[in-house]
């Protein structure tokens, strides 16, 4: 049984102290980003801003990334503040919205702040607020959302006080800095210092080890892989030091080196059981703890895993049954039924697949002592309060889209941040496992790699378009006292300034200047090192070292090999011009019969050689694609700036060409665009130009038309002055040919057909006895009398020269940079305007906005102008309130998906009006995307029918236990999708320029949907 929780005033204090020059900055007017661990306490200074904001009568506004964070806080406050003084703003609750202390969602403020820019705070939305409070502002590296909080920051009146609240990140310096530059005197606070520090610790199959050293800054050497080793070859790992040593001094160190597979061997020997390091935690009083699993099926075997272990007393268990008996006679379709069981022995699971009151049931037995271990997945590290004594984390890799990636360290961090309760532990406990695979070491790489910086992710999108620009609209009188009508909309410029002040911008300047620094420093050297290896440069080194006789003779000989390397330069350029010259002939007439493989070959900037087996498919000029003729012919990147003037004039006549562009399809599925230089040899055999079935077209055709539908961005791989070979991915129609490219080791000597002319046999005669004659050279001038001392001079040019090319490789990435280094957001914010105007939402000219441009800007959605446009469809105006929530249900899938693991496997189908309606709408979706297309816009216009009948089937009135009946879809999920839906729903009536008839049906559609069990908690 947990021992009674001591609260420790001293943490208490120390959090005070921690942020009260935070407090102070603020009092001084000053805006505030504070930089601090997950659970120091940063919430105390938004406290100590609303009691000082609430006494002068003035407003607060405190943004959460998340809605559920926000009803925690809102709770939290009206407990400080009183009911009367804390309001509520989400997307679907408003509750006591004109109170002092206002709790809101970031897009909530986000779009409030829209129409206050440049216009003074008391004549708009934020009217009476001093402060804003911005918590967790490290989610600015969010993808999906982080161009939210950038807007917020440079929308705010700068009279706005900014309170950010960020995790520890490694760049506040430069977030400070923006914010500071933008709106205005900010002071960076940041602390490393937990109020409750934390202890490491490593799980192991027999016991639980201390992670780290005594100083706390190596690992504990006693988890490396060689005591492992030891221990597998007989010695004790858990022995004391002093044994161990007399061991090593009598048996030497002679432990047998292992190999990759013996390591995996030895981890997998010393992986812990959950009930291993559950028992490990109970014995060291190391409970409650959460306990992060990255997947939700994981989380739910390891609660049936543990069913039978008992972790709560009898008065405990009691406890729990009262509070399920009572939850079940509120909410019954609410309790998760498969995780009663472990929830009376105090073990459960806490993730997406879970229904929000389940989540918050048991986040609340948690809080109260009664649930002793959660396993949870990632999400819960988000800022919900529910603090654990000990943090425990399964695994260093988490599974993604992309494949099995490790954790950051921020991340890592922000799970251990869940240890520790501010006032209760004088300790917190950190907990990471052996896994088959992650040791120590990978812990430690992890913990000890620096914390990441924050990076922008600011995006344009076609609210912030429509919002920036929009001006009168087209359905406003001249009578009308509406503000709106009278706006004149910001130009273009206007808007720039605003959208080229983001983070992104504000640091990439900064790396920009440091970047044109460095580069011009290495420009610099690069000529000074230059001139000291110039010929002239080691001729006056030579002059002074040697005497005059052994300087003439090695001069002289110098000379002479100069002149010699030129004639060898120049014969070997000959003999690649004639080797090409004999390639013509035999590709040309390659090209009209069948598709031959090949071998073209190249070395990359490494000198590595590389041989790509691949199918001709002919020469560029022969082929019927446009696409490439096109970008060969009138790009400069293409041209062949072939010299021909060292050739004999009977060679120039004889051959009058220069080299040709082709084309080839790799075994790599790669496109290669290549001139004769880059052929290697080629091969009777290939793909027979021959059709598979009557009518059908043939191959050369077939392939030469996927060329033609590719976008033509090809990339260099090797250059030469004889022409470039190019590449460019495939497509997954072009991989099945790919994968019949034999393999170069299958072909033969008799299979090559590359015959060269009997000049191009001469020419590599002439070249061997030209280089023969050269290296001959080189051994008389190393027995001249002064070569010793010579070669020092040229050893040393020669290191210079490697110096020189290193400074060029440096020199050429800085360059690349700094060109990809241009302000970003603004030509999206372009290229979404166009659209926008294109399809009549606002004209950018006079900057009038169209009702289609008035629904768009107000409503919330990924893609505003796609919600928008099927809102003013009038097909929906026919659809009964559930075939309405059906189609919105398909706006608004996205990322819901069925769990294959589950062996239920039925979801309920649309209705045939629903899946009409859906797939007249696809029409309209794609002719937004071609428009998208034009421009250049790359926002995803969801329309998915695949949930929208389970949609349909909630809105018609089923219960929770029918529609779960035998469901592919974890409750979680479906919770999600339907309040999405709803959220989506419950903005119909408050859009302008909407159908009356619409917003009736889907106020209709919202409050049949909105009961338990997804009916979310609020007060």
């Known amino acids: 049984m947990e021992a009674k929780p001591r609260v420790s005033r001293s943490n208490v204090r120390r959090s005070i102290l921690n942020f ?77 919205k004109d109170a002092q202390v206002l709790i809101m969602t970031t897009e909530i403020l986000r779009n409030m702040l829209y129409q206050s820019v440049g216009v003074n705070s008391s004549e708009t939305g934020l009217s009476h607020v001093d402060v ?61 210092k937990r109020p409750v520090p934390l202890t490491w610790h490593f799980s192991m199959k027999t016991a639980l080890f201390p992670l780290l050293d005594e100083k706390g800054t190596s690992m504990n050497r006693r988890l490396s892989l060689s005591y492992l080793q030891i221990d597998s070859s007989g010695d004790n790992l858990y022995k004391d030091e002093g044994s161990r040593r007399r061991k090593s001094r009598r048996h030497g160190n002679d432990v047998p080196a292992r190999s990759k597979n013996d390591a995996t061997t030895m981890r997998r020997s010393q992986v812990p059981q959950v009930i291993d390091t559950l028992w490990h935690l109970e014995a060291r009083d190391m409970l409650p703890a959460v306990w992060f699993i990255f997947s939700r099926k994981g989380c739910d075997a390891a609660v049936q895993y543990l069913e039978d272990c008992r972790l709560l007393d009898e008065c405990e268990t009691s406890e729990v049954e009262l509070a399920l008996k009572r939850f079940r006679v509120q909410y019954p379709d609410a309790v998760r039924e498969s995780s009663a069981k472990g929830l009376l022995r105090g073990v459960a699971a806490h993730h997406a697949g879970c229904l929000p009151l389940w989540k918050s049931f048991i986040e609340e037995l948690f809080q109260r002592g009664l649930v002793k271990v959660v396993f949870a ?12 004594r000990t943090a425990v984390i399964s695994s260093l890799c988490k599974r993604t889209e992309s494949g099995r990636t490790f954790l950051t360290s921020n991340e890592l961090l922000q799970m251990a941040g869940r240890a520790g309760r501010r006032g209760i532990d004088e300790r917190g406990h950190v907990v990471l496992i052996q896994t088959p695979y992650e040791g120590a070491e990978e812990s430690c790489k992890i913990l000890f790699s620096g914390l990441e910086p924050l990076v922008s992710q600011f995006t344009a999108s076609y609210g912030m378009v429509l919002n920036l620009l929009g001006g009168a609209k087209v359905t406003g009188s001249p009578e009308s006292n509406d503000p709106n009508v009278s706006r004149s909309g910001r130009t273009l410029e206007e808007a720039r300034k605003l959208v080229e002040q983001s983070f992104g911008n504000y640091v990439g300047s900064n790396v920009m200047l440091a970047a044109k620094e460095e580069l011009a420093k290495i420009q610099n050297e690069i000529e000074l090192l230059t001139s000291e290896i110039s010929d002239e440069a080691i001729d006056k080194k030579s002059q002074k070292l040697l005497s005059q006789s052994a300087y003439k003779e090695i001069a002289d000989l110098q000379e002479e090999l100069r002149a010699e390397k030129r004639r060898r330069t120049e014969l070997r350029r000959r003999m690649e011009l004639e080797r090409m010259f004999s390639l013509k002939p035999l590709l040309r007439e390659l090209g009209e019969g069948h598709l031959p493989f090949m071998c073209l070959q190249y070395s990359d900037s490494g000198g590595v050689q590389h041989q790509i087996p691949a199918v001709y498919l002919g020469m560029v000029d022969s082929l019927n694609t446009s696409k490439v003729k096109n970008i060969v012919h009138d790009s400069d990147f293409f041209a062949l700036n072939v010299e021909v003037d060292i050739y004999s004039s009977d060679t120039e006549s004889e051959h009058g060409a220069e080299p040709s562009y082709h084309v080839a399809l790799g075994s790599d599925n790669s496109w290669y665009l290549f001139t004769e230089k880059w052929i290697k040899t080629v091969y009777k055999s290939g793909f027979p130009n021959v059709a598979l079935a009557l009518g059908d077209a043939l191959p050369r055709d077939i392939i030469t038309m996927l060329l033609d539908k590719e976008s033509m961005q090809w990339q260099k791989v090797a250059e030469s002055e004889l022409g470039g070979l190019w590449s460019m991915e495939g497509s997954l129609e072009t991989w099945s040919w790919s ?14 057909v590359l015959q060269f002319s009997q000049a191009y046999h001469n020419a590599v005669e002439c070249y061997k006895d030209q280089r023969t004659k050269v290296a001959r050279l080189k051994k008389k001038i190393a027995r001249t009398e002064g070569f010793r001392e010579y070669k020092k001079i040229i050893d040393m040019a020669k290191f210079t020269e490697e110096k020189i090319r290193r400074l060029k490789a440096r020199s050429r990435r800085l360059s690349t940079r700094i060109e990809q280094i241009e302000p970003s957001g603004w030509k999206e914010f372009l290229q979404i305007s166009n659209v926008i105007h294109e399809i009549r939402a606002l ?81 309209q979706r794609s002719s937004l995307l071609q428009l998208q297309e034009k421009h250049g816009v790359k926002i995803p216009c969801c329309l998915d029918s695949q949930f929208s009948g389970m949609v349909e089937a909630w809105a018609s009135g089923l219960t929770w236990r029918e529609i779960m009946m035998d469901c592919a879809m974890d409750e979680g999920d479906l919770a999600r999708l339907l309040r999405r839906t709803i959220d989506l729903l419950a903005q119909v009536p408050k859009l302008p320029d909407i159908d009356p008839q619409l917003q009736s049906n889907a106020v209709k559609a919202s409050s049949v949907m909105d009961r338990p069990p997804i009916s979310e908690l609020v007060g």
């Open 843 to 923: 004209d950018i000219n006079t900057h009038v906005i169209f009702p289609l441009g008035e629904t768009a800007a107000a409503i919330r959605g990924e893609n505003e102008l796609w919600l928008a446009m099927i809102l003013r469809n009038k097909i929906l105006l026919d659809l009964k309130p559930a075939q309405l929530a059906a189609i919105f249900g398909s706006l608004v899938s996205e990322g819901i998906k069925l769990r294959p693991w589950k062996n239920n496997s039925y979801i309920y189908e649309p209705s045939t009006t629903v899946m009409n309606v859906i797939n007249f709408l696809d029409e």
């Open 132 to 192: 804003i409070v911005l918590d967790e502002v490290h989610y600015l590296s969010d993808i999906s959302r982080g161009t939210v909080w950038e807007e917020i920051v440079i929308y705010c009146p700068k009279e706005v006080q900014l309170i950010c609240l960020s995790a520890t990140v490694a760049n506040p310096d430069e977030l400070a800095g923006w914010i500071g530059q933008i709106h205005g005197k900010t002071e960076l606070i940041t602390s490393s």
């Open 377 to 388: 997945t990632e999400t819960l590290a988000a800022g919900i309060n529910m603090p654990a």
């Open 739 to 752: 994968l019949n490219v034999p393999v170069l080791s299958s072909f033969s000597e008799d299979d090559e």
């Open 20 to 96: 009260r020059s935070a407090i102070q900055a603020f009092l001084r007017g000053s805006s505030v980003v504070v930089s601090a661990p997950t659970s120091s306490g940063k919430t105390l200074i938004a406290e100590a801003a609303a009691v000082a904001t609430v006494a002068r009568g003035r407003r607060l506004f405190y943004t959460t990334p998340l809605k559920a964070l926000s009803n925690q806080k809102f709770r939290d406050f009206r407990e400080t503040f009183g009911d009367s003084n804390v309001g509520l703003l989400t997307g679907d609750s408003a509750v006591n």
